[in-house]
């Protein structure tokens, strides 16, 4: 990877891979149909994927929609009785960081959403729920949390996975 005012020097054992170009990012946006994420677009100019195995970004030619990639994951977290439940209202489902419950998803929208890693759970972008900036939210949802840890966006989401925790 070069380095430069849009690549800054990275130190051995940083796990992020060559940028993507421009034209594989396009390409992507025209395979999915839509215009990913400035925050999560931008990620990928800069790095096409990150990390190994269960806790990485995948590389362009990896993201898929959930429902095409990983079927089997919409089936386990969705019913033929969610049609007859209704949502999540906006008062719970809306609420972001510590306050938020992770068991108020929207299981109607994770067909929906965009597969782009694993971090011990799946990483998504919803479309569904977008900013007047573009960002989509940003979803972990993994087997051993009741429902899905939600971000406003790509990037509100990677600093909370990336920042250590302070232990009490």
């Not at 931008?42 to 362009?60: A, K, M, R």
Request: net charge negative.
């Amino acid at each position: 990877m070069a380095e430069g005012p849009n690549h800054p020097p990275l130190p051995p054992g940083h796990g992020l891979h060559p940028p993507a170009g421009e034209l594989e990012v396009s390409q992507l946006e025209e395979r999915l149909g839509v215009s990913l994420p400035p925050s999560y677009r931008q990620f990928l100019l800069f790095s096409d994927g990150w990390g190994v195995e269960e806790y990485s970004l995948w590389p362009v030619a990896e993201v898929g929609w959930l429902r095409d990639v990983w079927p089997s994951t919409v089936e386990a977290w969705t019913s033929p009785r969610d049609e007859e439940r209704p949502s999540v209202p906006d008062d719970l489902y809306f609420v972001y960081g510590k306050e938020q419950n992770s068991h108020d998803i929207r299981n109607e929208y994770l067909p929906d959403t965009l597969l782009v890693g694993q971090w011990d759970g799946d990483l998504l972008l919803n479309p569904h729920v977008t900013t007047s900036d573009g960002e989509w939210e940003a979803w972990l949802l993994a087997a051993w949390m009741p429902g899905a840890n939600r971000h406003r966006s790509f990037w509100d989401l990677m600093k909370d996975l990336c920042t250590p925790r302070r232990r009490l």
